[in-house]
């Protein structure tokens, strides 16, 4: 059976979802009451606000009440947008859909069809009210479409529609009176129970005054939904989440009130004078994410009850990381694929205006487009799935498809020019690598070379400042590091930052609140900046803490009270090798790591119970073999030398033969285990991490990190510098209960940009001119105010990321 979910994400709520439809009961009645007493009513709105939710959930819904039959009426839902690969015209798409909805019989009807009618839409309802007697609401959804045809067919709609609703008796009937007997005439004159509504976007409702010259009473019953308010979004929060039905993916939960007030704090709104207000389509996306996090939990054996304030996904860029959480849902090897249907088939630019908008596409010229992209037929059925596309029947019995919602058109259109402008940089990067080898071996002489100065001078149109500057300075320069555009704005935050961090580390071994691991974190992100505890006291504090700390049983360090923390002390080791501490303990924790790596090479997490399964993991080994490659130049026991240089070996081939993507130099949280998952999620912080890891060992190579250039993506340097990576993982017991949760979260951006820094000098001059870029979107993002705000060991990793990409002199290990 398929599972169903409480929230729906970007797709609007369907028929069979109205017990779960919550917030919107009184909008809901008040246009109900509205479409009874009025022929025609115009619902608008802004994109995102539910109107074809309520139409689905709320108005339909209260169509089918048996205990008010004089509401009873049939609703028939009709799309009027242009369909590639469908030529039908509204008129015959509205006589299709009442086809399906009210069948009639073939055979002409004795009366009726004795006149040749102008127009076919009255006569339609007419022969369905002759053979069974029904009322009905033509509903238009998504109308703002229906202005996409040519004037005529708009003509002939409203012309057409005018007739239905406003004609008693057509004129080709009043002009062949004569024909008929009084209870002929009689017949054909009772009236038609038709009402009908239009839904459209706010930004179009203008449009609409095209039709006033046959409708003119077209605007005046008019319903707008606005935001939902503060309580209404309380209700559409967790009244679905509290009903228990086996039929949904997961039990019933709640939210406690730090989480509630987070979601409605970040998406409320309010305009002069006005009530505070949220959008619903914010709340159905973070939601579903919340449940979908909570059936993951369900996989692993592990009931969570209550969403808290951990449990909210990222707030920053949330259609963008919508669509990239639901394209990673497919297969990879169609992820491309279907990007491109997307990108090249389901949206359309109107000339000249740089504007898109969705367009629904017959299935069988989607088909056809599949073929040319060696895609399969099924990945149709995927997207749907995924609720990026969504499917609506055609006129000719079979089916189009269009891109499920506008939220997620502008993720779409961002990557679609992203791709553009990268294909572009490297047009210009081959124009400026031409104009260098004409230059060099002068082959083509002056007029060649003019030539090619003209055609280079022609692109410069298509190509940015920045791209230009990066080029030019690629072209000349010979330096090894990135290039920096803003260099002083870059020198402005990190100082900024320096200041946050100093005042966290003067507090060290003075107040509970930093941790050993955290203050570890704050020295190594001042290691080496000038003038900073120039005497020694803030060493010294901090060697006091790490010594109070020190677990002297296990010699290690721990996060939690009973559980020996190989993180923890992989770092706090690491930054003692810095420092010179190394064997100023009463204890060898070197050996702690050497003791605990397994014999794969790696090193676990946590050291677990015997009875509790535990796994290898990439956070655990990198950070390890850095603290060991750290500490080595403070060990004096050659012996004890050749210990760790063993390790770090293991160590690195374990790396370097799990490596979950070689093209792209990535690495996935913990090991793949056969029988465990059916595939791992890679990391982007982490696969930093370690690519950092393997270059100060002198362990990488030129190739991976070329592929580690070539894998970056602009829309990740977008995101908020505070987005964190999530482990998650939960460690079972040998009859698979959940024991432990791994807790982590990786900081995304800081280690990307240290392993760019890294990479940068084996790449080539497309992959510099991109590194350059995706740096430069990186540093434009940043804002000293927001990064002061976050966590400690937050702003410690940034710093140490911004140090290392801006001082040549900071060696961070």
């Known amino acids: 059976m398929e599972k169903l979910y409480r929230y729906p994400g970007v797709r609007p709520f369907t028929r069979s979802e109205k017990n779960i439809y919550f917030g919107r009961e009184q909008d809901a009645q008040k246009l109900f009451d509205l479409l009874m007493l009025e022929k025609i009513v115009v619902l608008f709105a802004k994109s995102g606000r539910g109107k074809s939710s309520i139409i689905n959930a709320a108005i339909v819904p209260l169509l089918d009440d048996a205990d008010n039959p004089k509401y009873n009426y049939t609703p028939v839902e009709i799309r009027l947008s242009e369909v590639k690969g469908d030529t039908s015209s509204p008129i015959e798409k509205i006589i299709s859909r009442l086809k ?130 503060v309580e209404q979004a309380r209700q559409a929060i967790i009244k679905p989440a509290a009903i228990e039905n086996e039929a949904f993916a997961t039990h019933s939960f709640t939210y406690d009130e730090e989480a509630l007030l987070a979601i409605l704090s970040q998406f409320s709104s309010s305009a002069e004078g006005e009530e505070v207000s949220v959008e619903p389509f914010h709340l159905q996306i973070i939601c579903q994410a919340c449940e979908v996090r909570i059936e993951q939990k369900l996989e692993l054996h592990e009931k969570d009850l209550e969403v808290n304030r951990s449990d909210l996904p990222s707030f920053d860029n949330l259609y963008g990381d919508y669509y990239k959480r639901q394209i990673e849902k497919l297969p990879e090897h169609l992820r491309e694929k279907a990007q491109q249907l997307l990108e090249n088939h389901l949206i359309h630019e109107i000339r000249g205006s740089n504007e898109y908008r969705r367009i629904p596409v017959d299935k069988d010229v989607l088909l056809s487009e599949l073929t040319n992209i060696d895609a399969p037929p099924e990945i149709l059925d995927m997207l749907e799935q995924a609720f990026l596309i969504r499917r609506e029947q055609n006129s000719v019995g079979g089916y189009s498809y269009e891109i499920a919602h506008d939220t997620i058109l502008d993720p779409i259109v961002n990557i679609k020019k992203q791709k553009l402008q990268r294909y572009n940089e490297q047009k210009m990067a081959q124009l400026i690598m031409e104009k260098k080898r004409i230059e060099r071996e002068r082959l083509y002489g002056r007029t060649t070379l003019a030539l090619l100065v003209v055609l280079l001078l022609s692109s410069l149109a298509y190509f940015n400042w920045e791209t230009l500057f990066f080029s030019y300075r690629i ?22 930052l320096k200041d946050e961090v100093m005042k966290s580390a003067r507090q060290i071994n003075l107040t509970n609140d930093i941790n050993s691991w955290e203050a570890s974190q704050l020295m190594a992100a ?72 397994d014999s794969s090479g790696a090193w676990p997490m946590f050291i677990l119970p015997p009875a509790v399964t535990n796994y290898s993991a990439t956070y655990a080994t990198g950070h390890a073999l850095r603290a060991l490659y750290n500490s080595l130049p403070n060990i004096k026991d050659s012996g004890l030398k050749r210990q760790v240089n063993t390790a770090i070996q293991s160590g690195v081939h374990w790396l370097q033969t799990t490596i979950a993507d070689k093209h792209n130099a990535r690495w996935s949280d913990y090991e793949q285990k056969e029988g465990e998952y059916e595939s791992l999620a890679v990391s982007k912080s982490l696969s930093g991490l370690i690519l950092h890891t393997l270059n100060i060992l002198g362990r990488s190579s030129d190739t991976l990190n070329r592929n580690w250039l070539k894998s970056l993506e602009t829309a990740d340097a977008s995101v908020d510098i505070n987005l964190r990576e999530r482990s998650d993982k939960g460690f079972k017991t040998e009859n698979t209960a959940v024991a432990f949760t791994d807790a982590t979260r990786h900081l995304v951006i800081p280690w990307q940009l240290i392993a760019t820094t890294d990479a940068y000098s084996n790449g080539s001059f497309s992959e510099k001119l991109k590194a350059n870029r995706w740096i430069d979107i990186v540093i434009e993002n940043l804002d000293a105010d927001k990064i002061a705000k976050t966590d400690r060991f937050a702003k410690a990793e940034v710093l140490i990321a911004l140090r290392y990409l801006l001082e040549k002199q900071y060696h961070f290990k």
């Open 100 to 229: 399906e909805v009210a069948p009639v019989p073939e055979h002409p009807h004795p009366v009726l069809d004795r006149f040749a009618y102008p127009y076919k839409l009255w006569h339609h309802f007419k022969k369905i009210q002759l053979t069974q007697p029904r009322k009905f609401l033509l509903i238009f959804d998504q109308f703002e479409e229906f202005f996409n045809n040519p004037p005529a067919v708009q003509e002939r709609f409203k012309s057409e529609l005018a007739e239905l609703l406003y004609t008693t008796v057509p004129n080709v009937i009043r002009e062949h009176i004569d024909q008929l007997t009084h209870e002929e005439y009689d017949i054909l004159s009772e009236p038609l129970d038709v009402h009908v509504l239009f839904s459209i976007r706010s930004d179009r409702l203008s449009s609409m005054h095209s039709l006033t010259d046959v409708l003119p009473h077209l605007l005046k019953n008019r319903f707008e939904i606005h935001s939902l308010s």
């Open 475 to 496: 072209a000349i320069d010979s330096d090894t590091r990135p290039i920096i555009r803003n260099p002083e704005k870059l020198a402005f935050i990190t100082d900024k």
């Open 526 to 597: 001042l290691c080496e900046v000038e003038g900073f505890d120039q005497n020694g006291n803030i060493k010294r504090r901090y060697l006091n803490q790490a010594q109070k700390t020190l677990n002297k049983s296990s010699c290690c360090w721990r996060e939690m009270v009973d559980i020996d923390d190989v993180r923890a002390t992989s770092w706090i080791v690491s930054t003692n090798g810095v420092l010179g501490l190394t064997n100023r303990f009463s204890c060898s924790t070197i050996h702690f790591l050497l003791l605990h790596q």
